[in-house]
C-alpha cells in the first residue's frame, strides 16, 4: 500500500563492529541523520576488541580486509595483527564521525514489532523505537565451551582463547591448548617459545596452507600514501586472486583449483614434518578446505619445538592438575586455553526477537537459521542483517560482504523513504525457494565431501552461500522487488 513518504526513518544499528560502523557510515552518508548503535562492549572492534589472544591476525590479507572505501596504506604486513585490524576500526569510527553516534555496554535483549515499529529493550532498562533494524551482530562471538568433567575443578588458569586472561604468565609455565582451528593455531605459534611445556590437545588435525607474511616496507607504505591509485589496484588484484583462486574454487568440490590448493597443503605437510610419527598425528582423512582452511606460515615449524607435544587421545577430563586423557594419562598444566570455536548457529540470539503476529526468531529458526539472501526474514519487516545466515562467511572477506549487502538494504529501505511502502520483508515463498536451492547446491561445495565442521548446521547441510562470490555480487546489485512482500 502506498505511505507518505518517511523523510526520516529511525534505523537502530544492533553492534559496533565491522559490520556497525559500516552501518553507520553509510546511513550518514545517504543521508539518514536519525540512527542510533547499541553495543554490548565497552568500545568498537567486535571480534577485534574481543580477541587478543598471542598470535592474532586475520586469514584474510589486509589490503582485502579493509573497506573499499577507506584503504589503509600502513598495514605492516600482508596479514597484519590482531591489535593493527582493531586500531583501524576505531580510526575509522573516529574519521569518519559515528563514534559518537555510538552507545556502549546498552545490550540489546529484545526487540519486537509493534504498531508498524520496532520496540527495543537493553539489559540495563533503557528502551528505544526505531524504523528499521539493522542486526550488525556478528557470527564468531558467542564462545562455544565443552562440556568437560571437572573443569571446574582445575587449580590452574583456564579461560577460553576469546576471553584471553592477560594477568596470566605464560613464562615457563606448562600449557594445554584444546582445539586445532585457526585460533589455535595461531596461539601455539605465539606462545610456544614463551612456555615451558605446550601440549596441542587435537581432536582432529587440520590441514595447513603455506603463506609468507611478509612485512611492508617504508617505501611501499609510502607508495601507497601518495598514489591510493597504487593500493586500489593492489586491492583488486588481491580480490581477484582470492575470488579466482579460493572462493570460486570451494563450491565445486570438482574443481582443478581445489585439487591445487589440497596438493599445496599435502606437500607442506610432507616437506614441513620431518618426525613420521608427528607427520601422520598431523594428516588428516579429509579433503583440504572441507574444513576452514588453516593459513599459517609458522605452525608446523612451531609444534616441531623440543617443548611441544600433540595429544591425540581424547580427553576424559580435567582434573585439578591437569587433562586426563582417554589411555589413562594425566597432562600437567598450568595453563589451559580452550580455543574450542565459537556457537556460529546464533546470530542475533539470545536477543528475543519477536516479529508479526507475535512470531518469534526461535520459532522461525527451530530447524536451522536462514534467511533470504543472507538478510531478510519473513515476517520481520524492516530487519536486516548484514553477515546474517547463508552468506559468504567460508570463502571471502566479510568487509566485502557487508559493503554489498548494506548496499542491498539501503535501496530497499529507500522504498519505505520514499513512501512506496512502510514494512519491507522477504516472502515466505521466496525465502523457502532460496532456501531449498541453497541445500542443493551445497552438494556440490567442499563443504559436503565428509568432515565435521562449524560450517554444517544441525542437519549436517552447509550453512555457508554455495555458489560463485561473482554469483553474490550480482545477487546484491538490485533486490528483485518480486521477492519482497511489501506493505
Avoid at 115 to 126: I, N, P, T
Avoid at 350 to 371: H, K, Q, Y
Wanted: with cysteine.
Amino acid at each position: 500500500m502506498g505511505n507518505e513518504p518517511r523523510s526520516e526513518p529511525r534505523f537502530i544499528v544492533i553492534g559496533a563492529g565491522m559490520s556497525g560502523i559500516l552501518s553507520a557510515i553509510k546511513l550518514k552518508q545517504a543521508g539518514f541523520g536519525d540512527f542510533a548503535v547499541y553495543e554490548k562492549g565497552d568500545r568498537v572492534g567486535g571480534t577485534w576488541r574481543e580477541n587478543t589472544y598471542p598470535g592474532l591476525s586475520c586469514d584474510v590479507p589486509s589490503h582485502l580486509y579493509s573497506y573499499s572505501f577507506d584503504l589503509n596504506p600502513d598495514w605492516s604486513h600482508r596479514f597484519s595483527p590482531g591489535p593493527e585490524i582493531e586500531a583501524y576500526f576505531e580510526d575509522v569510527a573516529r574519521r569518519y564521525g559515528v563514534d559518537s553516534r555510538m552507545q556502549f555496554g546498552k545490550e540489546v535483549t529484545r526487540a519486537a514489532f509493534e504498531d508498524g515499529r520496532w520496540q527495543l529493550r537493553m539489559a540495563d532498562g533503557s528502551t528505544d523505537v526505531g524504523d528499521v533494524v539493522i542486526a550488525a551482530t556478528g557470527v564468531l562471538h558467542h564462545p562455544s565451551i565443552p562440556d568437560f568433567e571437572g573443569l571446574d575443578r582445575f587449580e590452574g588458569a583456564a579461560f577460553h582463547s576469546a576471553r584471553w586472561d592477560h594477568d596470566v604468565s605464560l613464562a615457563g609455565k606448562r600449557v594445554g591448548i584444546v582445539g586445532t582451528g585457526s585460533t589455535a593455531i595461531q596461539i601455539v605459534g605465539g606462545i610456544v617459545d614463551e612456555v615451558a611445556e605446550l601440549s596441542l590437545f587435537q581432536r582432529t588435525p587440520q590441514w595447513v596452507m603455506p603463506q609468507d607474511n611478509p612485512a611492508y616496507s617504508e617505501a611501499e607504505k609510502t607508495e601507497f600514501r601518495e598514489h591510493p591509485e597504487t593500493l586500489a589496484k593492489l586491492r583488486s588484484d588481491i580480490a581477484l586472486l582470492f575470488t579466482e583462486g579460493f572462493s570460486n574454487a570451494v563450491v565445486d568440490a570438482d574443481s582443478p583449483q581445489l585439487q591445487a590448493i589440497h596438493d599445496a597443503c599435502v606437500a607442506n605437510l610432507e616437506d614441513s614434518v620431518k618426525d613420521p610419527e608427528l607427520r601422520e598425528k598431523l594428516r588428516p582423512d579429509y579433503r583440504a578446505a572441507c574444513k576452514r582452511l588453516i593459513i599459517s606460515g609458522e605452525f608446523y615449524g612451531a609444534i616441531q619445538r623440543p617443548n611441544a607435544t600433540v595429544v591425540t587421545e581424547g580427553i576424559e577430563r580435567i582434573e585439578k592438575s591437569g587433562v586426563r586423557t582417554r589411555d589413562g594419562k594425566l597432562h600437567e598444566l598450568d595453563v589451559l586455553v580452550l580455543a574450542t570455536g565459537f556457537r556460529v548457529d546464533r546470530f542475533m540470539r539470545p536477543m528475543e526477537v519477536i516479529g508479526r503476529n507475535g512470531r518469534t526468531l526461535e520459532d522461525e529458526w527451530r530447524e536451522a537459521p536462514s534467511a533470504y539472501l543472507a538478510i531478510s526474514i519473513p515476517d520481520f519487516p524492516n530487519l536486516f542483517m548484514l553477515n546474517g545466515p547463508n552468506g559468504p562467511v567460508g570463502n571471502f572477506s566479510l568487509i566485502d560482504v557487508a559493503e554489498l549487502q548494506l548496499a542491498y538494504i539501503l535501496q530497499l529501505v529507500e522504498l519505505v523513504r520514499s513512501g512506496s511502502c512502510s514494512e519491507v520483508s522477504a516472502s515466505r515463498t521466496a525465502t523457502d525457494r532460496f532456501d531449498a536451492d541453497r541445500k542443493q547446491a551445497a552438494k556440490k561445495t567442499i563443504w559436503s565431501s565428509g568432515c565435521k565442521s562449524w560450517y554444517l548446521d544441525a542437519n549436517g547441510v552447509p550453512m555457508a552461500w554455495p555458489w560463485t562470490f561473482d554469483r553474490f555480487r550480482q545477487e546484491m546489485s538490485k533486490p528483485r522487488l518480486a521477492d519482497f512482500e511489501l506493505l
